[in-house]
């Protein structure tokens, strides 16, 4: 199963690099086409795929260390800090190259001032983190839909980065990105045993020798800093986060070291498919926001597999 | 072209019994023709980015017009660019004449100048400025060579004017071939695209929509495209006015000296 | 020498007190806490394990607890809460390994490991349930699995708090008499006094956060259990008694 998910995530890349606006034969390209495929499309894809493995691994990362079958980047205010610093940042009109910096700059705001709140005597409280990440939604939400109001030369703008989608891709974007993907998946994927104890009660948890605390901790940090540069590349990307992690459970169990693997594989191919889509769909060269296609997509297989599969969602 | 003559004759002959005497101007691009056809003193408001008639009051912007400071100026005349931020709703509530400046081509532009001069009445002043608009397009020089034209409109996330944009017929009036990229005033585009099109010229306006852009010719994903570059002013090229007809005299010198 | 060392453990919480002055517990006593609800049996448990952060000294083996890092904790004693929960659809075989990991090396289990769960199912009749989702278990059921879980763990000492609850008659006295049979020390707070007083050999009585009494099975009287309890407690026959059979 694995192996062959693998070979479907392959040829789905590959397939993924001669769809678009423009049609390129594969085999006998034109230097344009060659050019194309090599200094636009091929980044794009790969791009989408890093993307997509970042959002599912930090939702099937969320899910587990806060113990919320609904937390993702949203939940956890991670996303919306991060898109508000990108807003006030076009808003403003400060040079475009800084727009991901200063949205990864509020995403870590965003994400301290949520692990503060989330903090009592030390000690994290998911339940609290949630409700913590909600509000700090609803504040950056506030703060956004004022600099749409008040900066209404850059609405649409705004309103377009809202929705997500591939702006600008060149390759040092794309390793910097790889990088921190990697990083993070071999952190976790070192700690999958241990993740897998959070999913017990903490005092079980504890008891058998995790500092509950601490993993908690690292785990949400990480996960955050991973939606944080991915949101402040590609703007909001909805659902991937969200729905893929549910749909590897399902699929292949809850154990970490599955999961870890799956939600980031299958989240790759969800992007690298809907941008595949939001490339193609309109004739001519003009896009589809990503972020409706992952959204479409992802919540009608969510749909299909809450009818047929729930029992191997969640139980809590 | 039809058109336009049918409207400048409806003009000469015309006996319009109303004529407004208080404007209020919530389309941005229309401020242009009302000052042109020397109608400024009856403007009594007007949105926040409208330069012109300074004794005139700002009633909210195009996108968010504020109802009681209209309906307190009480105006006969409402010059509206759609009904997408001014509702049919928000039109019942105020007694006035409605008027939609909607130019999407240069003699759209004409057109509805003579439209709105009947009811203004200011009909010789019409004739005068549509003769003076007319007579810029005769100074065209023509292009053997005709440049192949995009137009970003923003940098992040790349969006181009389409052809439902004046941008379009300027440059077509201008001697130059728009690429078609959809029917649309504006949209969301591909990098790519723009490469497959080999456009030879790309045209990038700075302004409020598109305030700090790098240039293009520096983006790493142009590297490849063999163009010039032009960068506008956004707010001389995006309004459909008399202006509109100054864009084309320039970009027609241009592509005339681009040429040679 | 003294495996479990209690000294002037002082904890507060509201206008909760939990105070006891000196607790010894030798290795292999099978220890039952007695006590009214909210008398503090819980909360003594969660302080001994370290949940809880108390004034006083608790010593293992002579080392103090607040020394010993957590991973180490965790060879030395295991603990079964009175809610153990699993969020998530992990299979039964899963949660039992999860028993394994204090004793894993680097990020995954060994076959070893892997024997010893399935050992341990077998032994709480459970091999027929090991690849259902625990989620989907009756109450009992996963009581027995979390159980199995923790015994897998291999601690010298295990925490077991009402480890019967939700338990049926005939898997209580399955696991009282496993239990019984086992070298490891057992400290159990348990609401059955006649349970308890068939299985355990010591009993620590509880009341508003006070050790009232510190016994051996055969002094356990009923009059220490009427000043426990508030209520009348007398010696007689059972209207029915129970054997495993």
Not at chain 1, 62 to 78: I, M, R, V
Not at chain 2, 154 to 171: F, H, M, Q, R, Y
Request: with cysteine; hydrophobic share 45%; net charge neutral.
């Amino acid at each position: 199963m694995k192996k062959l998910l693998i070979l479907i995530f392959v040829i789905t890349l590959a397939t993924s690099c001669l769809i678009g606006s423009t049609a390129i034969n594969p085999f006998s390209p034109s230097p344009v086409e060659r050019d194309i495929l090599l200094g636009l499309r091929l980044p794009r894809v790969l791009f989408s795929a890093v993307i997509g493995a970042m959002l599912g691994l930090s939702g099937s990362v969320y899910q587990l260390t806060l113990k919320n079958p609904l937390a993702d980047s949203f939940t956890t205010g991670a996303a919306s800090s991060s898109a508000l610093g990108a807003v006030l940042a076009i808003a403003l009109g400060l040079p475009l190259p800084l727009v991901p910096l200063i949205a990864l700059g509020t995403g870590l705001i965003g994400l301290f001032t949520v692990y503060r709140l989330s903090k009592t005597n030390g000690v994290i409280n998911p339940v609290t983190m949630i409700l913590a990440g909600v509000v700090m939604n609803i504040v950056a939400s506030a703060v956004i839909s004022f600099a749409k109001y008040f900066f209404e030369d850059s609405l649409s703008s705004i309103v377009f980065w809202l929705m997500g989608g591939f702006f600008v891709v060149d390759w040092g974007k794309l390793t910097l990105c790889a990088v921190v993907l990697l990083f993070a998946y071999l952190l976790f994927a070192g700690k999958a045993l241990q993740l897998n104890l959070l999913a017990l009660d903490e005092h079980s948890a504890q008891s058998l020798g995790i500092n509950v605390d601490r993993l908690r901790t690292v785990a949400f940090v990480v996960a955050t800093a991973l939606v944080a540069v991915a949101v402040s590349h590609t703007g909001i990307i909805g659902f991937v986060g969200l729905i893929v992690p549910h749909v590897s459970r399902s699929l292949f169990g809850s154990d970490m070291h599955n999961n870890l693997f799956f939600s980031s594989l299958l989240g790759a191919l969800l992007l690298v498919l809907a941008d595949a889509a939001s490339r193609s769909i309109i004739p001519g060269g003009a896009e589809l926001p990503v972020g409706i296609i992952t959204a479409l997509l992802g919540g009608v297989f969510f749909l299909y597999l809450l009818q047929t599969r729930r029992e191997r969602f969640w139980h809590g | 072209m039809s058109k336009l003559l049918a409207a400048l004759l409806l003009l000469l002959f015309s006996t319009s019994s109303f004529a407004a005497q208080r404007i209020v101007i919530l389309a941005p691009a229309a401020a242009d023709i009302i000052e042109k056809l020397d109608a400024s003193e009856m403007v009594v408001g007007k949105t926040r980015n409208v330069e012109e008639f300074p004794q005139a009051q700002k009633v909210g912007s195009h996108i968010r017009p504020n109802l009681e400071l209209i309906t307190a100026l009480d105006p006969d005349l409402l010059i509206i660019s759609s009904n997408k931020f001014f509702s049919q709703e928000m039109a019942k509530k105020i007694d006035a004449e409605l008027f939609y400046y909607t130019p999407e081509t240069l003699e759209e532009i004409l057109q509805q100048t003579s439209q709105l001069a009947q009811l203004i009445d200011r009909k010789d002043q019409a004739l005068k400025l549509i003769g003076a608009q007319w007579q810029k397009l005769k100074r065209l020089e023509p292009i053997k060579n005709k440049p192949k034209v995009i137009y970003e409109i923003t940098e992040v996330p790349l969006t181009v004017a389409g052809s439902k944009n004046i941008i379009a017929d300027i440059i077509k009036a201008a001697g130059g071939i728009f690429i078609n990229t959809g029917h649309r005033k504006m949209l969301r585009f591909n990098p790519e695209a723009i490469l497959a099109q080999k456009p030879n010229l790309y045209i990038w306006q700075v302004g409020p929509m598109n305030q700090a852009p790098s240039p293009p010719a520096e983006r790493g994903q142009y590297r490849l495209l063999q163009a010039d570059y032009l960068q506008v002013d956004q707010l001389q090229f995006s309004r459909a006015n008399t202006r509109s007809f100054d864009n084309v005299l320039e970009l027609n010198t241009y592509f005339h000296e681009r040429q040679n | 020498m003294a495996e479990l060392r209690v000294e002037n453990l002082q904890f507060s919480r509201d206008d909760f007190r939990l105070q006891l002055d000196m607790v010894e517990i030798k290795s292999g006593e099978k220890v039952a806490i007695l006590g009214e609800n909210g008398s503090g049996k819980s909360t003594l448990l969660q302080l001994l394990c370290g949940l809880l952060q108390g004034h006083g000294t608790i010593s293992y083996n002579n080392q103090s607890l607040q020394e010993i890092p957590f991973n180490k904790r965790a060879q030395l004693f295991s603990l079964l809460p009175q809610f153990s929960e699993v969020i998530f659809p992990f299979c039964v075989e899963e949660v039992v390994l999860f028993g394994r990991f204090p004793h894993a090396q680097g990020n995954s289990f060994s076959d070893e490991d892997k024997k010893l769960s399935e050992q341990q199912l077998e032994k709480l009749d459970l091999l027929h349930l090991r690849k259902r989702q625990f989620t989907q278990l009756s109450g009992g059921e996963k009581r027995r699995v979390m159980l199995a879980r923790v015994l897998n763990q291999q601690a010298p000492i295990i925490y077991l708090d009402e480890p019967n609850s939700s338990l049926d008659i005939r898997h209580t006295l399955e696991i009282f008499e496993l239990l019984g049979g086992r070298n490891e020390t057992v400290i159990s707070p348990v609401h059955d006094i006649n349970l308890a007083e068939r299985f355990f050999d010591r009993f620590l009585l509880l009341k508003h956060g006070r050790l009232l009494a510190d016994v051996t099975g055969d002094q356990l009287t009923p009059e220490l259990l009427t000043e426990t309890y508030d209520v009348q407690v007398t010696c007689g026959t059972a209207a029915f008694t129970f054997q495993h059979q």
